[in-house]
């Protein structure tokens, strides 16, 4: 009532009161009913509300005005008319409100826009409204398209918004910010790809445009995503508000795109100055230089393989330094006075360095997944490009020297001048400032060395400078502030050597002219910060292992480094201490002296390793006789550095002389203790480690007599024995000394550290006793007060004794935790007694240990390796066979640990190729079969690399069984090792025991023992090779039947090799399910190799020794198989075993046979040869009963029930005279059987099979039809009792349907309650209702039941939700087939207004075949009722579900993306005949119907629901117009009729309402109506409308959209070319050279659209005439010759080809007139990727078009060699599966007359064929497909160009094994056009045959035995022969 016209005018006057409060009620009760009912009335007050009166622009700017001294607080609740106001607009776009609403209202964007202009000055409750609204409704709503809401937040209202910030702070107790609230919104939609107004970029690479598209001062900013968001964030203040700092770095980090740009725009002012807004704006740039590199876009779009281009190198050095900030402005910086200014700028160098550094390795990694060429790669040359511009953007390297030596020298001022200037203030400043300064420019020149090389170079002041914080070790106390700051100075100083490469063990520098490794030493040993340490250690590994010392084996210097003492527990006065620096000196004069003389010491340890080899000449006779090799192995590369002898030598010198303090000689014996116990592990044996034990034996000794000191003497004698212990692997003996520890303090905070101390020093250097429970609390105390690892770790390695160890190792604690992370497993392994390895809790430590240490370096996994080994050794050697325990324990830690780790392999290798292993495995000592046993475990014989290991092994054991002296003894041991040969190793070992004389004996029973292993291994794993080798042997395998008999291993390898003569699929089924497609081609490949194998004529002994026994086993029953198959003779035998009393006793057992027995029979048509083996044909008869009840019971296995169906068949078509009694067994099997068993998928398969060959089998009273009606009625049951459907019924419903599709009647009675069942129960399933579909067809039901069945599926609770779901595989197609099949059949009845009423909400007005044939329901119901169905069609809405008020809001509802899709590819022979559902071409099942369309305007039309001029204008928007002028194209003359009589009334419409495209809208009509003839021209009116030109309708089409979307680009060209123009002429394609060389700023966007103009166009001979006209078509082939850069333009013009080829006569007259062919070959070699599939169509229009007749006559045979060529250029390029599908139909096509160039095209295409296979599922058994709704293979020719989506593609929403068959097929097809000899000699053949047999496997049952089952049949007729 409100609404109507009378109270509107009072409402408006109402506003238009000066009276505010009436005008403030008025407001809100317009909210009121916009809100009213949820919104229902929403799109009425959106209408009504007059928003073009003058007074409600001013809304907006009446505020309440506060009294005087009266503050105001606007509120929701409080309005003021602003508020309001502002509440009613948000009400239009709040999430309740529909889609089509809020575009309406949107249309006019200024409304909504308006609230932002002062919205800076709303208080927060209204901010916070608004803002939530607009991120709800707006940006919330999905189906609001993303151009609108782009619309609504450009520039200005984001600037609107951004002036909240200047409200930074809360106005009231517990508020926000609204400067926060803002800024989250901004965030939101501005910082988050693909999300509000931030588009998702390519990171670094431009926008994908041509810069010739669009004017010269947008050029630069059209290659931006971003372009809205750079503007926004330049106008921000992020040097003065962090809130808008994070903003920009977010947008910034969001959109890399932006950096570049943001540094010219961003006004930030970075030329060096001491200001304050430097300082910030420096700031700001060093945070925008570390957002991360987008390494992300560097791939393309599916994120997995790399662009082949890097981004643009400018782009990438501008997000790496400012471009604003200019080499010399760095340099000024870094020069400076301030020293807050040099700071600041090396920071920001040292920040954009390591950005150029990340930079490089993301591009680095993109060079090496491409595999690029290390110098010309795409990839390469980028990096060197951004290389050098970053080098002449940074300062000279000069500089950043100059910078760091004056830090130097200051800092050294600094420090003299300490004490005396302590209490100046600035100079204490100087002091603080000094290390930050140094820090930042040490930093600066590691990154320089790091990432700038060529800009510096190599000098000595370089290597002191880098020195010199390493000097000043003591400049800032523990509590010093400056301290961190002197850390991270070391730590680049220790980068910063690790970059020099001339950096020499002996250089010295510093004031106390040390040596540089003296210094990093040092620093090594006593520096508490991990990193620092970390560091150290990396520098000294490097410059150790590439000095002289350590080239023999640069990795024994990190054994060294893991030596050095530790200063944790260190004192200067105690023997037990370390003095580390007295151990420096000693060590840096010994790394001197070995320097300069480095071949006498290691002529010494040469020396060593000659005696140690000469020593070990004894070998183990039987391990050196067998392997060949020596047991001990020395050489160079086992002998330690010579540094080892230098510091014996020196140590022995220093003792004698006096010149070393006793507590030194501790820490050097320590150290020697330490590094032999890791040393040992490089040996073979223990020789060698124990003479260099013997002399350090000897210097105690030495040193014995000359200390006097007890605590030295006692410390040094500890480490000898602990060395000794060691050496001789004993952990016994340690069971503590005289002395007692006190730990009564362990548990006092304040006192434990100390005491730690203590006892640790005693255990150091004498044997202290602890208790477990002292233990336990000493670790728990070193733990808390000094928990570093490396602190642990030196207290671990001071408990010798294994129980103090394992019982630190065992705690519970975090300490023990810690403990165990901690421990050096080498330690750990040595000093654990047998009764600690032999639980399983300290194996598992052990092997954690091994794990991780090997994870961290290979050195030490081999060197824990070696120690396992050494110890295994010597117990094995030394203990008694029952005391082997250590050993596998040993063995153990190896085998869990080597799997694990991604160096497995190599240490495999080194296991296996160690002397001693290999002893173990070439030893037949019985002590060694356990070992050997934990030996296998860790190999795996099914891996190449591992039997690649065991290589020599495998070759050793060959040759004692194959050689004369083989012993008896060995042979169980060999066999272990048989597994692990190679198949011709194994087949060496069956020779030599077959051919030796096998009587019965012990002996003998070794030999049968071994061959029986040796036939099953080599038959289980390499039966391919084993079958051709073993085949001619099987006469004398079944001579050892006698001493063998009871085993199987004689029956497997016959199978083995029977199996191996037939290729799988020749029994048309799968070897295997869910295997890869391609593991499966492979095995396939490997059999077809196989298949001609010779086997002697043995078959009669073969079928006999087979049958001995009276129960036959699996594998016999398959050998029975296979000799079946191969043998006429094997078949005879069969038939005589099968008359006894065979079938009954044990037919499962044999009905494998018995399939394979009929299969061959049937093959053979029982001709001649097979005389004798028919008549058992014949009694099998009566054993049909007992095939069915095998087929019919729940029981029997899916293979025997295929198995049983199968003979059923084959004896139904083998034995037609039976036919009867055979019809007779199966009716009483049926009713015999439950009804489940008639829907298993093997009874569905028969009985479809049955009916196909027979139709007598169909008719009513059939077994077939008794089969039927059994199932239906378990249907029944299913459908009403089970909730879902199992999915073996979903498989057997698609055999179901096809078998009650071919029946001649079914009984309405039993059908009905299937019916009611199914529409009850499962109208949401897909299959159940298409097969109530198909069995409706088959029956014939009373038109009051049709009307129930119909009541029952529109009334049904789910039916809205079931036909409107557009899932994959959703019922909606077929339950519409339903609807349709049930009105068709009795109309009379079925159309009723109630029927038809709820079909409305389900149409939605498409091509597809479920909304044609409802449309095709509507004209029904006009024609049995008529009644129009005008006043239903009214009510139809385009939004899926929902319903409209009126026609006009109908038509209004119209997609307009839709439309224009609709009319652009207007299907013109679409008829209006809507009864007619075949389909037509130019069908889109995504377009809107057109003749639905022209109808639903024609109803709009008629009842004048168009009744405002805005509603005209609506209509215009949905392009609904466009398509009425399409339709004048249509063939139909029906259509064309509609479409005038529509237009007329769009024309008498529009001539009537005042709208401003009313004059436009006129004269696109005017030249319309001026095409149609004139009434009188004739003499008498036309009847017949004439089609027009498709270039013109298409045209005024376009011209139509332009006038209600004038923004579009065309709007002015088009109009200016009508409006010059009196009349179209339509013998001509218009504005093709006005927009094909257009000279406008958008010219190539004109050129884009007029190619896509030609292809839309190019629809019929007619439209060929006009486009030949203009020799278009030469001037697109020069255009796309000339465009080798732009794919767009280039696949619109191939569009326009295949439209063109689409056309007969166009086709023809290209190719023979126009030389297409010849243009084409040329066009094929510079082919983008993209553009094959395209070429590829084009070539099969041409072959279909043409003619194959017709090109050869006009061009005598050479088109072939001509298209040939182009093929084979396609077929080296490769590309999808689909590509393929579509290649293999050109080729078919081709194979039909004879082509030279055939076979190598078939080779490629084979070639390509094995490359898909890679990635393809064989989809267990395909046997869905059956089930699966069947999508037409890629719609078959002419293509034209509106079909290359990817949605028409070959096998779309098809499996890739399905599309993988039908390519088979093809080209087997093709394969078997060449001729013989062609055929054969290629590799084609032989590929695509057992594919083509697997193919037929995977079709079983779907009841498509075509090509395939007759190849299966011609393959099997021809293996017969060559295998006997």
């Known amino acids: 009532m409100l609404l109507s016209a009378h109270h509107i005018r009072r409402l408006s006057n109402y506003l238009n009161s000066y009276d505010r409060a009436l005008v403030l009620s008025t407001i809100k009760l317009f909210v009121a009913m916009s809100s009213f009912a949820g919104g229902r009335e929403k799109k009425n007050v959106l209408d009504a509300f007059p928003w073009t009166m003058k007074p409600v622009a001013g809304f907006l700017d009446k505020r309440r005005k506060p009294k005087q001294g009266e503050s105001v607080q606007v509120t929701l609740s409080r309005q003021d008319i602003r508020t309001a106001y502002i509440s009613f607009i948000l009400s239009f776009v709040d999430g309740t409100t529909s889609k089509a609403i809020k575009l309406a209202f949107l249309e006019n964007k200024s409304i909504f826009l308006s609230i932002f202009t002062d919205i800076y000055q709303d208080s927060l409750q209204v901010l916070k409204r608004t803002l939530h609204i607009a991120w709800d409704g707006i940006w919330g709503d999905a189906a609001l398209p993303l151009k609108v809401k782009v619309g609504l937040f450009m520039e200005k209202t984001l600037q609107d918004i951004a002036r909240l910030y200047d409200r930074a702070e809360a106005e009231g107790p517990g508020e926000d910010a609204p400067a926060d609230v803002a800024h989250h919104f901004l965030l939101a939609i501005c910082s988050r790809p693909g999300t509000g107004i931030c588009f998702k970029s390519r990171g670094w690479y431009p926008r994908q445009v041509n810069t010739l598209d669009i004017s010269q001062d947008n050029k630069h900013s059209a290659k931006l995503y971003n372009t809205v968001l750079l503007h926004f964030i330049t106008t921000l203040k992020a040097n003065e508000d962090v809130r808008q700092q994070e903003l920009v770095l977010k947008v910034l980090e969001a959109c890399p795109e932006l950096v570049s740009e943001y540094w010219e725009k961003g006004g930030l002012s970075l030329e060096p100055r001491l200001k304050s807004r430097w300082i910030s704006n420096i700031s700001i740039a060093a945070a925008i230089i570390t957002l991360p590199v987008p390494a992300a876009s560097f791939r393309i779009s599916n994120g997995a393989d790399f662009d082949l281009n890097p981004p643009p190198s400018e782009r990438i050095v501008s997000s790496v330094i400012p471009s604003t900030l200019r080499s010399s402005h760095l340099t000024r910086g870094l020069k400076s006075a301030s020293q807050l200014v040099r700071l600041l700028t090396a920071n920001i160098i040292a920040k954009a360095l390591q950005k150029y550094g990340a930079v490089i390795e993301a591009m680095d990694e993109a060079h090496t997944s491409l595999e690029e060429d290390d110098f010309s790669g795409a990839w390469v040359v980028g990096r060197r490009n951004v290389a050098a511009l970053v080098a002449l953007q940074v300062p000279a390297f000069a500089t950043v020297v100059e910078m760091l030596q004056d830090s130097n020298r200051k800092r050294k001022q600094g420090s003299g001048n300490a004490g005396a200037r302590a209490q100046d203030v600035e100079h204490e400043e100087e002091l603080t400032q000094h290390p930050l300064l140094s820090e930042t420019t040490t930093r600066l020149m590691w990154l320089y060395h790091r990432h700038l090389p060529d800009l510096v170079a190599e000098s000595v002041q370089r290597v002191r400078l880098a020195l010199a914080p390493l000097s000043n070790t003591r400049a800032a106390g ?180 006096n010149h070393i303090d006793a507590a030194d000689c501790c820490s050097v014996f320590r150290f020697l203790r330490q590094y032999l116990v890791r040393l040992m592990a490089k040996h073979p044996d223990m020789q060698y480690t124990r003479r260099v034990a013997q002399t350090i034996g000897n210097l105690v000794l030495v040193f014995a007599e000359r200390t006097d000191e007890k605590d030295a003497f006692d410390a040094v004698v500890r480490e000898a024995r602990i060395l000794r212990c060691a050496l001789a692997f004993e952990t016994e003996g340690w069971t503590g000394g005289n002395v007692v520890a006190s730990t009564e303090n362990l548990g006092n905070d304040v006192f434990a550290g100390a005491q730690a101390d203590e006892i640790i020093k005693d255990l150091r250097s004498r044997e202290v006793s602890l208790s477990a429970t002292s233990i336990a609390a000493l670790t728990e105390a070193i733990v808390h007060t000094s928990g570093a690892p490396s602190n642990v770790q030196e207290f671990l390695l001071q408990l010798v004794d294994p129980a103090f160890l394992w019982t630190s190792l065992s705690l519970d604690s975090p300490a023990g935790v810690l403990a165990r992370n901690c421990v050096p497993f080498h330690w750990a392994y040595l000093r654990a007694g047998a009764n600690e390895l032999l639980r399983d809790e300290n194996l598992a430590v052990l092997t954690d240990r091994f794990k991780s240490e090997a994870q961290q370096s290979s050195g030490a996994a081999l060197n824990n390796m070696g120690t ?208 890869l497609l391609s593991d499966m081609c492979e095995k396939v490949d490997q059999r077809w190799q196989t298949k001609k194998l010779s086997i002697p004529d043995i078959t009669g002994e073969l079928f006999d020794f087979i049958i001995q026994e009276d129960v036959l086993s699996t594998e016999a029953t398959s050998i029975v198989v296979a000799l079946v198959r191969l043998s006429l003779q094997a078949r005879s035998h069969f038939a005589e075993w099968l008359q006894g009393t065979v079938l009954r006793r044990s037919l499962p057992l044999v009905l494998p046979a018995l399939d394979a027995f009929l299969d061959m029979v049937s093959i053979g048509s029982i001709g001649q040869p097979e005389r004798k083996v028919a008549p058992i044909l014949y009694t099998m008869v009566p054993n049909v009963s007992s095939l069915l009840k095998i087929l019919f019971t729940a029981k029997a296995t899916t293979l025997q029930r295929e198995h049983s169906a199968s003979c059923v068949s084959a004896l139904v078509r083998l034995l037609p005279d039976q036919e009867g009694q055979l019809r007779q067994a199966c009716r009483e099997a049926i009713s015999a059987a439950p009804h489940s068993a008639m829907l298993t998928w093997e009874a569905v398969s028969l009985f479809n099979n049955l009916g196909t060959e027979n139709p007598a089998w169909r008719e009513s009273e059939s077994p077939v039809a008794l089969a039927v009606e059994s199932g239906l009625k378990w249907l029944v049951r299913r459908f009403a009792e089970d909730p879902k459907d199992s999915t073996e019924l979903l498989r057997s419903l698609g055999q179901f349907e096809l078998l009650v599709s071919n029946m001649e009647s079914i009984k309405a009675y039993i059908a009905e309650p299937v019916f009611t069942a199914a529409i009850q129960h499962r109208l949401d399933s897909f299959i159940v209702v298409q097969f109530t579909s198909a069995l409706f067809k088959s029956v014939a039901l009373k038109p009051v039941n049709i009307n129930r069945l119909i009541q029952n599926i529109v009334q049904h609770s789910t039916f809205y939700a079931s036909a409107l779901d557009f899932s994959d595989n959703s019922p909606r197609s077929s339950i519409i087939d339903l609807l349709h099949a049930l009105f068709l059949s009795h109309p009379t009845n079925t159309c009723q207004p109630s029927h038809v009423a709820p079909l409305i909400r389900i149409y939605l007005g498409t091509q597809s075949l479920p909304d044609r044939q409802l449309l095709s329901i509507f004209h029904l119901f006009e024609l049995q009722r008529r009644i129009s169905v005008a006043s239903s069609i009214s009510r139809w809405s385009a939004s899926p579900g929902s319903t409209s008020n009126n026609s006009a809001e109908a038509l209004t509802s119209l997609d307009a993306s839709i439309a224009s899709r609709t009319y652009t590819s207007f299907p013109q022979k679409r008829g209006i005949d809507v009864g007619n559902l075949a389909p037509y071409r130019g069908l889109r ?268 006559k006009s061009s005598a045979g050479l088109w072939k060699d001509s298209v040939s060529r182009s093929l084979i250029t396609l077929l080296r390029r490769q590309g999808a599966i689909e590509h393929l599908s579509l290649f293999s139909r050109v080729l078919y096509r081709l194979s039909t007359i004879e082509v030279p160039a055939m076979s190598p095209l078939l080779d490629l295409a084979v070639g390509w064929l094995r490359v898909v296979e890679i990635s393809l599922w064989s989809g267990a058994n395909l046997a869905f497909l059956s089930s699966t709704p069947r999508v037409p293979v890629f719609s078959d020719p002419p293509h034209t160009g509106l079909s290359t989506s990817k949605a028409d593609l070959p096998g779309r929403n098809r499996p890739d094994s399905l599309v993988w068959g039908e390519i088979i097929e093809l080209l087997w097809q093709v394969c078997m056009t060449l001729p013989a000899d062609r055929r054969t000699a290629g590799g084609a053949w032989n590929c695509l045959t057992p594919r083509l047999l697997i193919w037929n496997a995977m079709q079983r049952g779907i009841g498509t035995h075509g090509i395939g089952e007759w190849a299966r049949q011609q393959v099997l007729e021809s293996l017969i022969p060559a295998a006997i």
């Not at 510093?510 to 970390?534: F, I, K, S």
């Not at 080194?910 to 860790?938: E, K, N, W």
């Not at 204008?1513 to 194209?1529: D, F, H, L, P």
Request: aromatic share 8%.
């Open 478 to 657: 523990p509590g010093d502030s400056r301290q961190p700051l002197g850390i991270l100075n070391q730590l680049h100083s220790f980068r910063l050597l690790g970059e020099l490469d001339h950096v020499s063990l002996s250089f010295k520098t510093g004031d106390n002219n040390q040596t540089v490794v003296y210094q990093m030493l040092r620093y090594q040993l006593t520096t508490p910060y991990e990193a620092v340490r970390q560091a150290g250690r990396v520098l000294l590994y490097r410059l150790l292992s590439r000095s002289i010392l350590f080239e023999h084996d640069p990795s024994e210097a990190e054994l060294w480094l893991s030596c050095l003492p530790s200063t944790r527990f260190h004192e200067t006065s105690k023997g037990g201490a370390d003095n580390i620096d007295a151990f420096l000196h000693f060590f840096e004069d010994c790394l001197l002296r070995c320097l300069k003389t480095p071949y006498k010491y290691l002529e010494e340890s040469l020396g060593i390793c000659s005696e140690c080899e000469e020593a070990t000449t004894i070998t183990d006779v039987d391990a050196s006789s067998r392997s060949g090799s020596s047991l001990l192995l020395y050489g160079p590369s086992t002998a330690p550095s010579p540094l080892l002898f230098t510091v014996l030598e020196q140590l022995r010198l220093k003792i004698t002389g």
């Open 868 to 1075: 396992i080994l050494l110890r295994l050794q010597d117990n094995i050697l030394t203990s008694p066979p029952h005391e082997s325990d250590i050993a596998k324990a040993s063995l153990l830690i190896l085998v869990k640990a080597i799997p694990a780790l991604p160096m497995a392999i190599k240490l495999k290798s080194f296991l296996f190729q160690s002397p001693f292993v290999r002893h173990l495995c070439c030893s037949p000592d019985a002590r060694y079969g356990g070992l050997l046993d934990v030996l296998f475990s860790v190999l795996s014989s099914h891996s190449l690399v591992d039997r690649q290991t065991v290589k020599a092994q495998c070759a050793f054991w060959e040759n004692e069984l194959t050689g004369a002296t083989s012993q008896t003894n060995a042979i169980p041991f060999a066999s272990s090792w048989l597994e692990f040969m190679e198949p011709e190793q194994i087949l060496r070992c069956i020779d030599a025991v077959m051919g030796a004389s096998i009587t019965p004996s012990d002996h003998a029973a070794s030999q049968v023992a071994i061959l029986e292993r040796s036939l099953t291994t080599i038959c289980s794993h390499h039966p391919h090779v084993a079958a051709p080798l073993l085949a001619p042997q099987l006469t004398r395998l079944l001579s050892l039947s006698q001493l063998t008999k009871g085993r199987k291993v004689l029956t497997t390898t016959v199978l083995t090799v029977l199996e191996q003569i037939f290729p799988y699929g020749h029994n048309a089924r799968l070897p295997d399910d869910d295997l």
């Open 1485 to 1752: 099942i995504s377009h809107y119907d057109p003749v639905f369309v022209l109808t639903l305007m024609g109803t709009c039309l008629m009842d004048g629901s168009i009744t405002a001029p805005h509603i005209w204008s609506e209509v215009g928007r949905t392009n609904a117009v466009s398509v009425a002028i399409m339709a004048m194209s249509s063939k139909d003359p029906g259509v064309r009729s509609l479409a005038i009589t529509v237009l007329t009334g769009v024309w008498r419409g529009f001539q009537g309402t005042p709208l401003h495209e009313r004059d436009h809208v006129l004269l696109v009509l005017n030249y319309l109506r001026r095409l149609l003839p004139s009434p009188s021209s004739s003499g008498s009116r036309s009847t017949t409308i004439p089609r027009f030109p498709t270039y013109v309708t298409l045209l005024l089409a376009h011209a139509m959209q332009c006038v209600f979307y004038p923004q579009n680009f065309l709007y002015p060209t088009v109009m200016r070319f009508l409006m010059q123009r009196p009349e179209m002429d339509i013998r001509d394609v218009p504005m093709l050279y006005t927009s094909l060389y257009s000279n406008s700023d958008d010219w190539r966007r004109e050129r884009s659209w007029i190619v896509r103009f030609l292809a839309d166009g190019m629809v019929s001979t007619a439209d060929w005439t006009l486009f030949k006209r203009r020799h278009t078509w030469d001037l697109l082939a020069t255009l796309f010759q000339e465009s080798p850069h732009e794919p767009v333009l280039r696949q619109s013009i191939l569009q326009v080809l295949l439209n063109v080829t689409a056309i007969e006569e166009a086709a023809r007259s290209l190719v023979l007139k126009g030389g297409l062919l010849g243009w084409m070959e040329v066009q094929t070699e510079e082919l983008l990727r993209g553009e094959e599939l395209t070429w590829l169509k084009v070539y099969e229009n041409l072959l279909v078009m043409v003619g194959l007749e017709k090109l050869e």
